[in-house]
């Protein structure tokens, strides 16, 4: 390893979960060491995103602890291991949720990296971004082009990866696609799938006028409660709300053969249906985690689009400042912290165009 290419000595800020339920500390601890096939990263911008509010809240269980979250990493490389190659030091690059895959399970070898039996992600089992450095596989850094600023880039890490393997899963027939919680990843993909002449319907938490606005002005053909049927029967839906009473919502809105897709990583309780809701050959799946090939093909879509990310930024010490206004729904687009010294931009919302 180069002179140039070591890692920093020293410590570094950091927001730490001690255990679930619990506020997050703002500390100084040493600064990770990139192993033989690690990439350290200068964090220059981190998105919050509602995994984060699961783990946090103790929603998600056996995260590592003490845990450094955060797994919508936008930075630049500082340092890498001595089998780290493809990557200079300065290269800017995302880290995902993903953040290492065995390569040798029955779920690797058949193309499933996303379900690996031995996986570790970014943020819950391998320490994040919530800091001003972080360590990754090099296998799970993407590079990142196309957008001027990193909080801009940073919510298609997760938000936009998990979303577009949402989207992929209602298949290329599904015309009319109907999206259950208007937050960060269905902003982004609503982008997308208009670009590909999808018709967006909009499903917002009840009187939300304000998120139903936001879906209009992104192009939403219609924008209503989730509790409304919409105008037109729904081709496929997909949910990103926690909300497990919105799947037989969603069933009862979207056409026989259609497709319901579930894309987050926790939801409540699914109540009991009846079964006329699933009859006609309509299909329920959930989304587990993203592959490499999700991240290549969205990181190429979007500049092309462009998607426009909406962003509302927080200094570093902020988190849980962020956490409490996604937690309460007070967050339109996403959440992104930032590390820089200038932290009068906390707070200021603003979109990109890629």
């Not at 450095?133 to 998990?162: H, K, M, N, Q, W």
């Not at 897709?261 to 926790?266: A, F, P």
Request: glycine letters at 12%.
């Amino acid at each position: 390893m180069s002179e140039r290419a070591r890692a920093p000595a020293g410590t570094m800020r950091a927001m730490v979960l001690d255990a679930g339920g619990r506020r997050l500390r703002s500390m100084r601890v040493p600064v990770p060491q990139p192993g033989p096939d690690e990439v350290l990263i200068r964090v220059r911008a981190c998105g919050v995103c509602r995994t984060d509010l699961h783990i946090v809240d103790g929603e998600l269980t056996n995260p590592k602890l003490p845990l450094i979250p955060g797994h919508e990493i936008v930075g630049t490389v500082a340092g890498f291991g001595a089998r780290a190659g493809g990557f200079s030091e300065g290269d800017r690059v995302g880290v995902p949720w993903l953040g290492f895959s065995c390569g040798s399970c029955r779920y690797c070898v058949a193309g499933q990296e996303n379900l690996c039996e031995h996986a570790e992600f970014t943020g819950y089992t391998r320490d994040g971004g919530y800091a001003e450095y972080t360590v990754a596989d090099r296998r799970y850094c993407f590079r990142v082009t196309g957008y001027p600023s990193d909080e801009e880039a940073a919510p298609l890490l997760c938000a936009g990866l998990i979303g577009y393997r949402a989207y992929r899963m209602t298949g290329e027939g599904a015309e009319s696609l109907g999206i259950y919680g208007f937050g960060a990843a269905a902003h982004i993909i609503a982008q997308v799938a208009r670009h590909q002449g999808k018709r967006i319907f909009a499903f917002t938490s009840p009187g939300d006028a304000e998120a139903q606005q936001f879906a209009r002005r992104l192009g939403a053909v219609w924008a209503g409660d989730s509790t409304q049927l919409p105008p037109e029967e729904l081709d496929a839906a997909i949910i990103f709300a926690p909300v497990g009473s919105l799947l037989p919502a969603a069933l009862k809105a979207t056409r026989r053969g259609g497709s319901v897709v579930c894309g987050g990583i926790h939801m409540s309780d699914i109540p009991t249906f009846p079964y006329s809701l699933l009859w006609g050959e309509r299909v329920v799946r959930s989304v587990a985690n993203l592959t490499r090939r999700d991240g290549e093909e969205l990181l190429a879509i979007a500049p092309a689009v462009p998607v426009r990310t909406k962003v509302q930024v927080f200094a570093l010490e902020e988190a849980n400042e962020a956490l409490g206004r996604l937690r309460s729904g007070r967050i339109q687009g996403a959440a992104v912290l930032v590390n820089r010294s200038e932290t009068g931009r906390a707070g200021k919302t603003h979109e990109t165009s890629g």
